[in-house]
């Protein structure tokens, strides 16, 4: 009780500094496809941020393949002209939950649930478009491993106990706009 009381009193003391360097940002990309998501991306120091992405596909099936996924996407990123400015790079891990249909499985009536992490790069540019409205277009992939079982789609008797693999993909796409909270510091 003490830690969250502690916690509590600090989160709340570094709001008010923290707020005119927070933005919270929706990429219209996933939008698009009907896929939920929402960041933050905050100032840890001079040429640093962090950004943290939930992402959620509540799609049970389409054209018959699994995609319904949930994602936490915690990223660094070095901004070389400062913070929230023009070219980033970043590095970043995923958690994921899933019950999908893995891309070598489309349309052969199998799908795949369980979960899996991954560590990539993200290559970026954030631009403004109003003092509080920003753009950020972005790029992303890396390694992901996954540890699943297989099911068959009409049966859905397992088809595989517990299996894992891992890949190298190209997961991390956006068009986002983000939103500046409160008022710069200078």
């Given at each position: ?9 600090i ?15 929706a990429n ?69 939950l ?12 199998k ?35 996954s540890q ?8 859905g ?15 991390k ?14």
């Open positions: 009780m003490k830690t969250r009381i502690l916690l509590f009193i989160l709340t003391s570094l709001a008010p500094k923290l707020a005119g360097q927070t933005q919270l940002k219209a990309a996933y939008w698009v496809l009907g896929i939920t998501n929402l960041s933050v991306e905050t100032f840890l120091c001079d040429k640093f941020t962090f950004n943290g992405d939930i992402v959620y596909s509540p799609w049970k099936s389409i054209s018959g393949n699994h995609m319904q996924f949930f994602q936490t996407i915690p990223e660094v990123r070095f901004y070389p002209k400062g913070a929230f400015e023009k070219f980033y790079v970043g590095g970043y891990a995923s958690f994921h899933f019950d999908i249909t893995k891309w070598n499985y489309i349309n052969q009536d799908y795949q649930r369980g979960y899996g992490f991954g560590l990539g790069v993200v290559v970026g540019y954030q631009t403004h478009i109003s003092e509080r409205w920003r753009l950020d277009l972005y790029a992303g992939g890396g390694w992901h491993n699943y079982k297989g099911y068959e789609s009409k049966t008797k397992q088809y595989i106990g517990w299996n894992g693999s891992g890949e190298w993909l190209p997961y796409f956006g068009v986002a706009f983000a939103y500046r909270l409160g008022k710069m510091r200078h």
